[in-house]
Nanobody
Framework: VQLVESGGGSVQAGGSLRLSCVSS????????MGWFRQAPGKEREGVAA???????SYSDFAKGRFTISKDSAKAILYLEMTDLRPEDTAMYYC????????????????WGQGTQVTVS
């Protein structure tokens, strides 16, 4: 099982980025998918999750600014981020859960290597 993120970069406050995560074909239909982030010196936190039927869940800081979506045919997970703020600076990780839908980190068994987002 492999997850590979891309799309990170450096943007100014107020800007936008779209993160992508390509997953192995054998997990896209069987797993809930999520985005997490970890800022320097801080614990990793959940950003957004999407269930197999398309139901979504967001952390409070992501509501109204971030959108999680997936292209099941292409096995790609997306995170559209708008109105980015300096506090959004972090490494963003894609993950897959076979234990349930939500943002409980311990439910996610598979993780990508992360993509860096820097907002100045």
């Amino acid at each position: 099982v492999q997850l590979v993120e891309s799309g990170g970069g450096s943007v100014q406050a107020g800007g936008s980025l779209r993160l992508s995560c390509v997953s192995s074909a054998n997990i896209r239909a069987s797993y809930c998918m999520g985005w997490f982030r970890q800022a320097p010196g801080k614990e990793r936190e959940g950003v957004a999750a999407i269930d197999r039927d398309g139901t979504t869940s967001y952390s409070d800081f992501a509501k109204g600014r971030f959108t999680i979506s997936k292209d099941s045919a292409k096995a790609i997970l997306y995170l559209e981020m708008t109105d980015l703020r300096p506090e959004d600076t972090a490494m963003y990780y894609c993950a897959a859960s076979d234990r349930g839908f939500g943002l409980r980190e311990d439910w996610y068994a598979y993780w990508g290597q992360g993509t860096q987002v820097t907002v100045s």
